[in-house]
């Protein structure tokens, strides 16, 4: 007999009762039951708006995202909760910040007794869930909502080559953990000395087989777990999974690019290089990395080259979508977990700050069988993500959902709200953050805050948004009132959240 | 040659048990040892985000990997004294046995330091990986041929035997945490 999952038996139960199972399979095949309508969750890692043209970027990276967005509502102020996948990827999947679900070490996991909370559980049964990361650290988090999902694809799915192991185990996060991200990883030398050799051996032998006359800087690959791919099939896939699902269904996709390494198609390689755009000049940081301008400049060229990549094959995508009949059908919601910085002598997202590229991510999202274009401009964040879902799904949000609404979709609009990004990655996850940055976003200001970095010297900066979107003038020490008020609402919310790990 | 001669024939040529504990402890001795050294040096970022029960769990998946891996380093020298003439390597067994698996996993650890950080194999890599296998052998000769080196390096061997006794039963205790975390959903 097959294996019956609580799920899959409660789903049975509920059908057979209700009489749906007649409905379930017409919306199968293309129908659409308003109130429980399919959603499709389409996030791009390190994807910043900032270097997307559909934001005003000078550089043309993405006509395919403008064209889409002739469909879709465009959110101009959607931040992050976090600065890299981790936290970002968490707030996205919970609802609440950083300091409240507490991923937000490398490689960090969702804090045990919230396991509950979670996007897939809170569909409930009547929704067919899958979840899809190619990335390992945001694998490691799906996979602990997995008996909440109908399906929980492997980061291998839909590539050429890859080397993951812990997937196949029923007890996929921890055999993620001592598999993929301990005994073989790819960042030092395995833990593995005999194994973990030949593996190497093995993974490099059958890469170095796979033609790559169409990228320049090698095939697409993720970083420290083995997966190498072609974005266009893994499109495909998408496609073909998404037009053979059944309804109502809710799926959480998480794409690698263009997170670095930078490939992209012969076809954009180079495109940037003559055309004298030149941002503008920033001074370096006490906590950046300490680049040189040009070599800043240099990633910004290669993530430009790969956006472009992503935005053509992003194309084909939508239109491959539209063809399939699964945007009369579906929300789809196009996002980021984080975005990607290339000034102040940083390339990338492996920092503790929190300037506006890092934090500043694309939020659009077509509605089923949308035709035209609404713009948002009030504050939002990724922690709206959740409760918004649920209201599409016509789904109650819990009280502990640090998020809104989205505008435009059941939600206010809110401009003076205040909203968060956390970076806290030298902090113990269950401690009170001693370690951190805090953006607070709120109006047209936003207040950076520094703690315990400068040798546990507290540090802030305050920028004005509306006259200073390159935050190059701090105001922090000429617009003292303001400052304090928000630094004063910073601390009250800061220390609520501390307030648990306090008493520990 | 009949079944029996055949099995006769094998039987003969395989090493007895003190000899294979002798080598396997060393083997276990190097295979845990890095496994170890990399654990404790992710340990402290670990620390700060996983449970204890959680990080037993993952040194469980990682000790089967090592069980595994020390088995199959303990085919090498299996496999030559079966196939080598008997005065070649199976005369001092441990001896020359020790001298195989120590090399070999200290050029696996060259080797690893060579390739990470990389994407593709360096440039003449198979040439060192020839010259590592001629160095090899050439010491394994020697030590069958210096008395005092081949009784060092067995009384090595038969020291480095208690460390089966602390990791074979970790590694079977590790079976079970990971059978029951897979098979029971515990």
């Known amino acids: ?504 | 040659m009949g079944l029996m001669g055949w099995k006769s024939w094998f039987t003969s040529r395989l090493p007895s048990m003190g000899q294979l504990t002798a080598v396997y402890g060393v083997i276990v001795l190097m295979v845990y040892g890095w496994t170890i050294y990399w654990y404790l040096w992710k340990l402290p970022s670990w620390l700060y985000f996983l449970t204890l029960g959680e990080l037993l769990v993952t040194f469980s998946y990682a000790m089967i990997v090592n069980f595994i891996e020390s088995l199959l380093i303990l085919l090498v020298p299996v496999l030559l004294g079966l196939l080598l003439p008997h005065h070649w390597f199976r005369e001092r067994f441990v001896a020359q046995g020790v001298v195989l698996v120590v090399l070999l996993l200290i050029a696996l650890m060259n080797y690893l330091n060579v390739i990470t950080g990389l994407q593709d194999f360096p440039p003449g890599l198979g040439g060192k990986v020839l010259a590592a296998i001629i160095v090899i052998a050439f010491l394994i000769f020697l030590v069958g041929r210096i008395e005092l080196l081949s009784k060092v390096v067995g009384e090595i061997g038969n020291r480095a035997t208690i460390f089966i006794y602390i990791f074979l039963p970790i590694s079977v205790l590790s079976i079970f945490v990971v059978l029951i975390r897979n098979v029971l959903r515990f």
Not at chain 1, 56 to 76: K, L, V
Not at chain 1, 356 to 374: C, E, Y
Not at chain 1, 461 to 487: F, G, I, P, R, V
């Open chain 1, 1 to 504: 007999m097959a294996d019956i999952s609580r799920r899959d038996f409660l789903k049975i139960a509920a059908s057979s009762l209700s009489g749906a199972a007649l409905s379930r399979t017409l919306t199968g095949l293309g129908g659409l039951d308003s109130s429980h309508p399919n959603i499709i969750l389409l996030l791009f890692d390190a994807l910043t708006a900032r270097n997307l043209s559909l934001y005003g970027y000078p550089r043309r990276t993405s006509p395919n995202f403008e064209r889409f967005a002739e469909r879709a509502t465009i959110f101009h102020r959607y931040n992050s909760s976090g600065n890299y996948t981790v936290p970002g990827v968490a707030s996205l999947l919970t609802g609440v910040y950083p300091w409240t679900h507490r991923a937000i070490n490398h490689s960090g996991l969702v804090r045990r007794d919230m396991l509950d909370r979670n996007i897939f559980g809170l569909l409930g049964d009547e929704y067919n869930c899958t979840g899809f990361a190619q990335t390992g650290w945001a694998s490691f988090i799906l996979s602990q909502f997995r008996k909440d999902m109908d399906t929980y694809l492997s980061p291998a799915e839909f590539s050429i080559l890859s080397h993951i192991f812990g997937d196949g185990f029923p007890d996929t996060t921890l055999a993620l953990r001592g598999l993929d991200d301990f005994m073989f990883k790819m960042e030092k030398s395995p833990s593995s000395l005999v194994l973990g050799s030949l593996e190497r051996t093995l993974l490099y032998r059958q890469a170095n087989k796979i033609p790559s006359k169409d990228y320049p800087r090698g095939i697409p690959r993720t970083g420290a777990y083995p997966v190498y791919f072609l974005l266009n099939e893994v499109f495909d896939g998408l496609v073909k999974m998404f037009r053979d699902q059944s309804s109502p269904s809710f799926s959480y996709v998480h794409l690698f690019p263009p997170h670095a390494p930078y490939s992209p198609l012969r076809q954009f390689y180079g495109m940037f290089w003559n055309d004298k755009y030149f941002p503008p000049s920033k001074p370096k940081h006490k906590l950046g990395d300490g680049y040189d301008e040009r070599k800043v400049y240099i990633g910004r060229l290669s993530y430009d080259e790969y956006l472009a990549t992503v935005d053509y094959e992003f194309g084909r995508f939508v239109d491959s979508l539209g063809a399939a009949g699964v945007l009369d059908n579906s929300y789809l919601i196009i996002t980021s977990d984080h975005g990607e910085l290339f000034e102040r002598g940083c390339k990338g997202h492996d920092t503790p700050l929190l300037y506006d590229p890092i934090i500043h991510s694309p939020l659009l999202i077509h509605a089923p069988g949308q035709n035209d274009r609404r713009d948002i401009y009030a504050p939002v964040n990724s922690v709206d993500i959740l409760p918004t879902v649920l209201r599409l799904a016509g789904k109650p949000i819990p009280d502990w959902c640090a998020g809104k609404i989205l505008p435009g979709f059941g939600g206010e609009e809110d401009y003076e709200r205040s909203t968060y990004s956390v970076e806290a990655k030298l902090n113990p996850a269950f401690a009170p953050l001693k370690t951190a940055t805090i953006a607070m976003r709120k109006g047209q200001y936003k207040l950076i805050y520094y703690k315990g970095y400068f040798g546990g010297e507290d540090w802030y900066e305050l920028y004005d948004h509306e006259h200073d979107l390159e935050e190059l003038h701090n105001l922090y020490n000429s617009e003292k009132t303001l400052a304090t008020q928000m630094k004063n609402e910073l601390f009250e919310t800061l220390q609520a959240a501390d307030q648990e790990f306090s008493s520990r």
